[in-house]
Structures are given as C-alpha cells and as structure tokens.
C-alpha cells in the first residue's frame, strides 16, 4: 500500500471516528430553554428531510438519523443524563404549553421505552408520556416528570399491551393546567399539572431502537369562550370615565431579566 493511500485512509478512518464520538458525546443545555425572538407555534414533520437534523431538531443525547420519511434512534444502551434517556427536542416553538402527536414503534424485544417530551426546558426538567414495553412484568403507558434531575414517579399509568414492529399513534395535549393522554385515539388518562407551562417539545428513547414517521405540535390555546373576563376599566372620581387603556403587547414595554442560575429566583417585587 502506497504512502499516500495509507495517509487518505488513516485520515479517513480519523474522521469517522470524531462522528461517531461526536454522536455519542451528549449535547447538554447550559441554560433553560428560551424561545428564539422569531419563534413559531406549530411544526410539523413527516421526516422526509435529513436536514432537519442539527437546526430544528436538536440532539442531546443518542445517535438519530432520518431516513426514508421515518426518525430512527438506534443507540441501543442508556444515557448518562437523568432517567438515562436518548433525548431530541424541537428548536425554534414558542415556549408553553402544546398539543403533540407522533406515530412510533419499537424495533426490538425486550425492556425499552419512547415517547414524547413535554415542558422540555433542558436535560434536568421536562414531563415524559412515554410507552414502555417490559416483558419481564407489564407493559403500560405513563407520563413522568423530572425535576431538577429528580424522577416523580407514576404520576399516571396505564397497564396495557404492546407489540414490538407495530406502530402507535400517541398523543399529548398539554392545555395548561392539565396533560390529557392519548393512545391511538383514546384518552387514556388525564393530569392536572400543578407548575407552569414552559419550555419546548421533543422525543425521548430508553435502552431499545425506535422509529417516528410523523410528529406535529401546536401551541395550545384556550379559545376565546375559555378565557376570563377582564376586569372593567377604573372610573375617575371627577365623574369623567378614564381613557380607553392600550391593548397589551407582550413584546411592548418588556423589562427582561437575565435568566438565573436556580431554578428558586424569585423576580423583583415592585414598590
């Protein structure tokens, strides 16, 4: 082998390997998830564009690939973030509360799980509806939160049935101050969510191979007939009725506060 072919081929081999580390290294968010000034409500994605990979979808940890219109996370051991999850989130919603649908299987036999990440605001702090199979005792359907890393558990579950090869459509409608499940059309369960509605979306494996063929999500919105009646307008005590008030803009008049270090800041109270 010449000189030349052996140099192209050690180069080549180098740069392999840096891909692969680089797909196993996990990407970690240094700060909570903040909505990008241009942000948009809804996304969809039926996986017909690789591209996606690396600006919407951004990966935290497991190895992702799309390829022939389905979303394959083929790593096939646990993460080292907490709950050990093979983590993708959507890059560029709004932050709040949404309804997401996805359509996934799981490719092998044996204890794996997957299933759609809500109120993603980094590795340490989302809501999981996942599907678990688990031969050794019971399938079911859950939903999980973590908090600071720290797993509560069972918030709700449902015992079930599940079939590796076959596909589920699984559904999650965040309205707020609930997350209603859905399994192939049917409400499974419903949980009232006691904290606030922040951070993104995304998708979550665990210790198996599993594939997505379609994903959408859309910020909630209450509707017009749900939402409170504001208060009326202060009278002047000269008897002349005070000037019609400014509709309020949340991008107008902003004070912005750097994002804090803990999760336990409190902002300013005003005089």
Not at 64 to 88: A, C, N, V, Y
Not at 171 to 183: S, T, W
Not at 208 to 235: I, Q
Not at 249 to 271: C, H, M, V, W, Y
Request: net charge negative; aromatic share 12%.
């Amino acid at each position: 082998m010449s000189r030349p072919f052996r140099f192209l081929a050690t180069t080549g081999a180098l740069v392999l390997l840096a891909g692969c580390f680089a797909q196993l290294t996990p990407q970690l968010l240094s700060t909570p998830y903040q909505e990008p000034i241009e942000s948009v409500r809804e996304f969809t994605d039926e996986f017909n564009s690789p591209s996606q990979l690396g600006t919407r979808w951004q990966r935290v940890a497991g190895w992702w690939r799309i390829h022939e219109g389905e979303l394959f996370q083929t790593l096939p051991w646990k993460s080292s973030l907490p709950g050990e999850f093979q983590i993708i989130y959507v890059y560029g919603l709004a932050s709040g509360p949404y309804e997401v649908e996805t359509r996934l299987n799981l490719l092998q036999e044996g204890d794996q799980s997957a299933g759609i990440l809500l109120r993603f605001e980094d590795q340490n702090n989302f809501y999981l509806l996942r599907l678990r199979h688990y031969p050794r005792w019971q399938d079911f359907l859950d939903l999980t939160q973590y908090v600071s890393g720290v797993r509560r558990e069972d918030l709700r579950r449902v015992n079930l049935s599940l079939k590796p090869g076959e596909w589920y459509t699984l559904r999650a409608e965040d309205r707020g101050n609930e997350i209603v499940a859905f399994l192939d059309g049917n409400e499974m369960f419903r949980y009232p969510t006691p904290d606030r509605a922040a951070g993104t979306v995304g998708l979550a494996v665990k210790t198996g191979k599993a594939a997505f063929d379609h994903f959408s999500a859309s910020l909630y919105s209450a509707g017009v007939d749900n939402l409170p009646t504001p208060p009326e307008p202060p009278r002047s005590t000269s008897g002349d009725p005070s000037p019609p008030l400014r509709p309020y803009s949340s991008r107008a008049g902003t004070n912005l506060i750097e994002n804090p270090p803990s999760k336990d800041f409190q902002p300013p109270k005003g005089d």
